[in-house]
C-alpha cells in the first residue's frame, strides 16, 4: 500500500514555541491531506483538510491562526502548532489521499506525531 | 451530535474465538465504510472496507457485513489471535465529500 511518513515522531517543547510537523507521502501524490487530532480515549477528531495549492479547511473550533496548514506540493503538508501551550499537548496524525487511488476514499495515515509541550 | 458510534469501549475474546466488533451510524448518506486498526502510539491502518451497494465483504479472517435498513455494521474477526489486540475504528463518508466520519473506537483484547 501506499505511504504515508511524519515527521518527528515524537517532539518535546516549552510553553511559547512553535512546532513544525511534517507529513509525506512517500510514492505517491496527495491531492488531499488530513490533519487529525486525537485525545486520550477518544475518537480521532479531524482538525482541518488541505487540498494541494490551496487554503486549508479548518472544522470547527479549531483556531487556524494556531495551527497554520501549508499544502505546497502532493508530497508534502505541514502542520504548525503555534506559541504551543500544555492543552496542545497531543497525538496528531495525518492522512493523505490520492489522486483515482482504489479503493474509493481510501485514506493512508502517517505513524502520528506525540507532541509534548511542558 | 455522533454520526458514527461504537457503543463497546472494549472487548475481550479467547485466542482463536471470533471478535465480532458493531458500529452503527446516523447520517443516510453514508455510501462508504471502513475499519482502521491502530496500535499505541501509531497512526490507523487500514483493514477492509465495504460499499453501500454490498451487504458483506471478506479479506482473509476479516468480513465486514453492513445493514443498511438498520444502519448498523460489524466487523468479524475469525480466527481472533494475539495480535488483533488493538483498537478498532469504524470510519464513513458520503459522496458529497471525502472526510472520514469517525467511531470512538473499540479496544480489542485477544485473550490466550
Known amino acids: 500500500g501506499a505511504v504515508v511518513s511524519q515527521h518527528p515522531s515524537r517532539v518535546i517543547c516549552k510553553s511559547g514555541t512553535s512546532v513544525k510537523i511534517e507529513c509525506r507521502s512517500l510514492d505517491f501524490q496527495a491531492t488531499t491531506m488530513f490533519w487529525y487530532r486525537q485525545f486520550p480515549k477518544q475518537s480521532l477528531m479531524l482538525m482541518a483538510t488541505s487540498n494541494e495549492g490551496s487554503k486549508a479547511t479548518y472544522e470547527q473550533g479549531v483556531e487556524k491562526d494556531k495551527f497554520l496548514i501549508n499544502h505546497a506540493s502532493l508530497t508534502l503538508s505541514t502542520l504548525t502548532v503555534t506559541s504551543a501551550h500544555p492543552e496542545d499537548s497531543s497525538f496528531y496524525i495525518c492522512?493523505?489521499?490520492?489522486?483515482?487511488?482504489?479503493?474509493?476514499?481510501?485514506?493512508?495515515f502517517g505513524p502520528g506525531t506525540r507532541l509534548t509541550v511542558l | 451530535d455522533q454520526q458514527v458510534k461504537q457503543n463497546s469501549p472494549s472487548l475481550s475474546v479467547q485466542e482463536g474465538r471470533i471478535s465480532i466488533l458493531n458500529c452503527d451510524y446516523t447520517?443516510?448518506?453514508?455510501?462508504?465504510f471502513l475499519w482502521y486498526k491502530k496500535y499505541p502510539a501509531e497512526g490507523p491502518t487500514f483493514l477492509i472496507s465495504?460499499?453501500?451497494i454490498k451487504d458483506k465483504n471478506e479479506d482473509g479472517r476479516f468480513t465486514v457485513f453492513l445493514n443498511k435498513s438498520a444502519k448498523h455494521l460489524s466487523l468479524h474477526i475469525v480466527p481472533s489471535q494475539p495480535g488483533d489486540s488493538a483498537v478498532y475504528f469504524c470510519a464513513a463518508s458520503a459522496d458529497s465529500n471525502y472526510q472520514l466520519i469517525w467511531g470512538a473506537g473499540t479496544k480489542l483484547i485477544i485473550k490466550p
Open positions: 492522512s493523505a489521499r490520492g489522486r483515482g487511488r482504489p479503493p474509493y476514499n481510501e485514506q493512508f
Open positions: 465495504i460499499s453501500s
Open positions: 447520517n443516510s448518506m453514508f455510501d462508504y
